[in-house]
């Protein structure tokens, strides 16, 4: 009897825990059909885990300055798209591409930046040559 009550009580942690991983993937709190381009200043550049973070200060055309968060993939993934974490120092123009907040925070999930070098960064980025395969022969 204990057995089986020990087995159970491990079976729901297990499942809460894998309910609670999923649940940290959600991007419902982005407007999937919009998207907002931005040109700013990075502000930092958190390469963190679970998610890179991009802390960008927006200025208006009457001079009003906005704090923008752009939610990015994991450090491990950016890597394996070119990104370092010193691809965004403070101070770098750059433009975001992304998915806004639904609750209209300034806050977005990053679609594309596009970086002073000419690069356009992101999942929403065209393929860059070296990513392309090469055709065998």
């Known amino acids: 009897m204990n057995r089986s009550?020990?087995?159970?009580a491990l079976s729901?942690?297990?499942i809460s825990a894998a309910?609670?991983?999923l649940a940290h993937h959600s991007t419902s709190m982005f407007e999937p059909e919009k998207r907002v381009t931005l040109t700013g200043n990075v502000k930092e550049f958190q390469w963190t885990n679970p998610h890179a973070w991009i802390q960008?200060?927006?200025t208006a055309?009457?001079?009003?300055?906005?704090?923008?968060?752009?939610?990015?993939g994991s450090p491990n993934t950016?890597?394996?798209?070119?990104?370092?974490?010193?691809?965004l120092k403070p101070g770098d123009e750059i433009t975001?591409?992304?998915?806004?907040?639904?609750?209209?925070?300034s806050a977005g999930l990053m679609y594309t930046v596009a970086v002073a070098d000419?690069?356009?960064?992101?999942?929403?980025?065209?393929?860059?040559?070296?990513?392309?395969?090469?055709?065998?022969?």
């Open 5 to 8: 009550l020990a087995s159970l």
């Open 12 to 14: 729901l942690v297990g």
């Open 19 to 21: 309910t609670a991983a």
């Open 56 to 58: 960008m200060t927006v």
């Open 61 to 72: 055309p009457d001079g009003t300055s906005t704090d923008w968060s752009f939610e990015c």
């Open 78 to 87: 950016l890597s394996r798209q070119g990104w370092k974490p010193s691809t």
């Open 96 to 105: 975001v591409v992304a998915n806004p907040m639904k609750d209209g925070t």
């Open 118 to 137: 000419g690069r356009t960064l992101g999942p929403g980025a065209p393929a860059q040559p070296s990513d392309v395969p090469a055709t065998p022969r």
